[in-house]
């Protein structure tokens, strides 16, 4: 019994970043090398090597996503953002050092501990006064946010990697404040590969659990007619949602 459960898939696997997704370590390594690693700003490299070492470091976000949402974000050009989980805030500086000098994030986390690790490379950037941290569950500040209806269709684009059984209700509320062309980005979306296991008997119960929950958030978001959707095979999977109506 021990063995069979030391070979079964848990959750502290998730984001290990040997191979990604394409399970080919040369290949992912041939990709960081190439594009990801030589357009990472030295301060980038530093929080992700300094997060390396923190609980739950597996949360840190794939360095193959942030030119993806550095890109997105200049391609929109966005002002005003929203992060939905922040952990000690590499995909928060990504988005930080992509926006101009007067573009404005409103962060959300109830673990203010786990940003404050990350809160000296913002200073160091310069970037820190784009940022208004909220430490609380996400879906009190996104209720808020509604109450004004000046926040309705004023955000440009929103990244949520947070707790992956409210990623739906999030994607109400989002739908909501992002405007039309807006874009909203979901982490974890394939959830190691296994969302396309045909038999899950070799994964512990929390990465069932989960596996199951990001099932349906991807069933859920191919059929929203609201929004057009790419499904990218990068990090543990990153699905991109522009609002259309």
């Known amino acids: 019994m021990e063995e069979a459960a030391s070979n079964k898939l848990s959750i502290i696997d998730i984001g290990k970043p ?9 290949l992912y390594q041939y990709i960081l ?3 990801v ?4 700003s030295e301060l980038l490299k530093e929080l992700r090597n300094v997060t390396s070492t923190q609980p739950w470091s597996m949360m840190l976000s794939a360095a193959d ?3 993806i949402m550095s890109l997105l974000l200049k391609l929109i050009n966005a002002k005003k953002t929203i992060e ?3 952990y000690t805030g590499y995909s928060l500086l990504v988005t930080a050092l992509a926006l101009p000098k007067d573009g404005k994030i409103v962060a959300i986390d109830p673990d203010r501990e786990m940003f404050e690790v990350g809160l000296p490379f913002f200073k160091k950037a310069g970037v820190e006064h784009k940022v208004e941290f909220i430490e609380s569950l996400a879906l009190p500040v996104l209720d808020k946010l509604l109450e004004d209806p000046k926040n309705e269709g004023s955000f440009d684009y929103a990244f949520v990697d947070a707790d992956k059984g409210n990623y739906v209700n999030y994607h109400e509320k989002l739908m909501k404040l992002i405007r039309v062309g807006g874009i909203i ?3 974890n979306t394939l959830w190691s590969g296994t969302v396309a296991w045909a038999d899950d ?3 512990d119960e929390d990465m069932k659990t989960f596996r199951n929950i990001m099932i349906k958030v991807n069933m859920h978001l191919a059929a929203d007619p609201r929004i057009q959707i790419s499904q990218l095979p990068v990090g543990d999977g990153l699905t991109i949602c522009m609002r259309l109506y």
């Open 18 to 26: 040997d191979s990604g997704l394409l399970q080919s370590k040369e």
């Open 33 to 35: 090398e190439t594009s």
């Open 37 to 40: 690693y030589p357009s990472e």
């Open 65 to 67: 996503e942030g030119p």
């Open 84 to 86: 939905i989980g922040v």
């Open 185 to 187: 980005l979901y982490d």
């Open 201 to 203: 008997s070799s994964l």
